[in-house]
Nanobody, 120 residues
Framework: QVQLVESGGGLVQPGGSLRLSCAAS????????MGWYRQSPGKERELVAR???????NYADSVKGRFTISRDNAKKTVYLQMNNLKPEDTAVYYC??????????????WGQGTQVTVSA
């Protein structure tokens, strides 16, 4: 089994910053992608940013230049630095991992979500 433990969400004023962390644990042989998605009420879950095993990154257009994703392969941890936050960034942020388990099974797993609220 794999566990994803997220932290770092909260309430911040517009223009502020937050840093999300997501640590994976379990019998993971190899991690391919780790990423962050978000979902706000009435909307579908959307990709925010993701990073590959060789550090290639993808960002949603709405966060380019404001958010930075990074990872620590040894710790199986992914981070999302969010700067210049806007009210429209308010959502539940979910961590995602795509990996292979030690016994060869493919894994596509989600964290429990962490609330980010941007409000004055």
């Amino acid at each position: 089994q794999v566990q994803l433990v997220e932290s770092g969400g909260g309430l911040v004023q517009p223009g502020g910053s937050l840093r999300l962390s997501c640590a994976a644990s379990g019998s993971i042989a190899r991690v391919y992608f780790m990423g962050w998605y978000r979902q706000s009420p009435g909307k579908e879950r959307e990709l925010v940013a993701r990073i590959s095993s060789n550090d290639n990154t993808n960002y949603a257009d709405s966060v380019k230049g404001r958010f930075t994703i990074s990872r620590d392969n040894a710790k199986k941890t992914v981070y999302l630095q969010m700067n210049n936050l806007k009210p429209e960034d308010t959502a539940v942020y979910y961590c995602n991992i795509q990996a292979t388990m030690t016994w060869g099974q493919s894994l596509d797993s989600w964290g429990q979500g962490t609330q980010v609220t941007v409000s004055a």
